[in-house]
């Protein structure tokens, strides 16, 4: 499940809960844009145990993003095989989606600083999400979240 907060002059957030066990979350934060193509935000990975942040990941304004991808699984509600792969340009965060049992999907979202050129590191967190109307509204939130840094200058 997701949520969404944001008052007018506040930060944003999405959170995407697991709907098996709330405690395990990624949270999307802290949007800034650096030009008109793209946005940037910083994103957490967290489970009983595990606390990871990436900063900087970069969002683009065009078609290949995280919002289509998971427009695309919504629509896929009845299912497919395998898995199904997106990351950002820079590869530094990548979910991967799965079909499960009783109509859920999983995604796992994984965390990978390129940036840093010593001591890497990568985090993964799977959320698991009803694959009609959850996905929707995940799908949609996170391209309300993405668009809010064009829209505030626009």
């Not at 994103?43 to 969002?59: M, S, Y």
């Not at 991808?69 to 965060?93: C, I, K, M, S």
């Not at 079909?99 to 600083?113: N, Y």
């Amino acid at each position: 499940m997701s949520s969404q907060d944001a008052a007018l002059g506040e930060p944003a957030e999405l959170i995407v809960r697991c709907q098996d066990d709330r405690a395990v979350h990624v949270r999307l934060c802290d949007l800034f844009d650096e030009d008109e193509d793209c946005v940037h935000y910083a994103i957490e990975g967290c489970a009983p145990g595990l606390n990871a942040r990436l900063d900087g990941v970069a969002a683009w304004n065009w078609e290949g993003d995280l919002a289509p991808f998971l427009e695309g699984l919504a629509r896929d509600f009845r299912g497919w095989d395998g898995e199904r792969v997106w990351q950002t340009n820079d590869r530094d965060l990548t979910v991967t989606a799965i079909f499960g049992s009783g109509g859920h999907v999983g995604l796992t979202w994984t965390l990978r600083p390129w940036r840093i050129s010593v001591g890497t590191w990568d985090a993964s967190v799977t959320t698991w999400l009803e694959a009609g109307e959850q996905m929707s509204a995940l799908a949609a939130d996170v391209r309300n979240f993405l668009g809010q840094e064009a829209r505030r200058h626009g």
